[in-house]
């Protein structure tokens, strides 16, 4: 009788953290939309060189990726990205203009 109580109770708090994990990784993901989720082995091999983002003016954005995961992806298995860039610009000049290099870029805006 004993062991058997004492059985129970390990089960009982086994069921209980299972579901607090569970719960937890599903309730984090939903809530952040610009999360990652990989699945699987990733392997990232990136190289730059003399890269530039210039953004000029009110409100304007200029970017540079490289070998990146951007928000907002989820992959499913294994993912390999090798990007090489050399003497890549984005420029963004005037109102409400927006510029963006990505080489070997997964994912986003």
């Known amino acids: ?16 953290a299972f579901a ?21 082995n990733t392997n990232i091999n990136a190289s730059a060189q003399n890269m530039n983002a ?4 009110e409100g304007n954005t200029a970017r540079n990726a490289v070998g990146a995961i951007k928000g907002g992806t989820q992959i499913q298995g294994n993912t390999n990205i090798n990007a090489a860039a050399k ?3 984005a420029v963004a000049v005037g109102k409400n203009n927006t510029a963006t290099n990505d ?3 997964i994912g986003g805006k």
């Open 87 to 89: 003497n890549v610009n």
């Open 54 to 57: 210039v953004a000029v003016g």
């Open 103 to 105: 080489v070997g870029t």
């Open 1 to 16: 009788m004993r062991k058997s109580l004492i059985a129970l109770a390990l089960i009982s708090a086994t069921s209980v």
């Open 20 to 40: 607090q994990a569970t719960g937890g990784a599903k309730s984090q993901t939903s809530t952040n939309p610009n999360a990652v989720q990989i699945q699987g």
